[in-house]
Nanobody, 115 residues
Framework: QVQLVESGGGLVQAGGSLRLSCAASGSTSTINTIGWHRQAPGNQRDWVASITSGGNINYADSMKGRFTISRDNAKNTVYLQMDSLKPEDTAVYYC?????????WGQGIQVTVSS
């Protein structure tokens, strides 16, 4: 199994920045792809960005240029740097890992962007 713990969320003003962290533990060597989704109230959970074990990075179109995903393999941690935040970025952000054993989710962390 893989355990995922997010941190770094909170309240920020529009135009500001936040960096989310996702610390993975357990069978981390089985992770193929790890990344972020988000879910705003009343909406479905949407994919934000992901990074593969080979280092390939992809972003949802609306995040390109504002969000940056990165990872520290030594710390088994994935980061999401969010810049130029907008009120519509307000959501619960979830870390997700796709592994050879299955798919795992973190508990989610709230990001609120005030106008």
């Amino acid at each position: 199994q893989v355990q995922l713990v997010e941190s770094g969320g909170g309240l920020v003003q529009a135009g500001g920045s936040l960096r989310l962290s996702c610390a993975a533990s357990g069978s981390t060597s089985t992770i193929n792809t790890i990344g972020w989704h988000r879910q705003a109230p009343g909406n479905q959970r949407d994919w934000v960005a992901s990074i593969t074990s080979g280092g390939n990075i992809n972003y949802a179109d609306s995040m390109k240029g504002r969000f940056t995903i990165s990872r520290d393999n030594a710390k088994n941690t994935v980061y999401l740097q969010m810049d130029s935040l907008k009120p519509e970025d307000t959501a619960v952000y979830y870390c997700k890992a796709a592994t050879m054993l299955g798919t795992y989710w973190g508990q989610g962390i709230q990001v609120t962007v005030s106008s």
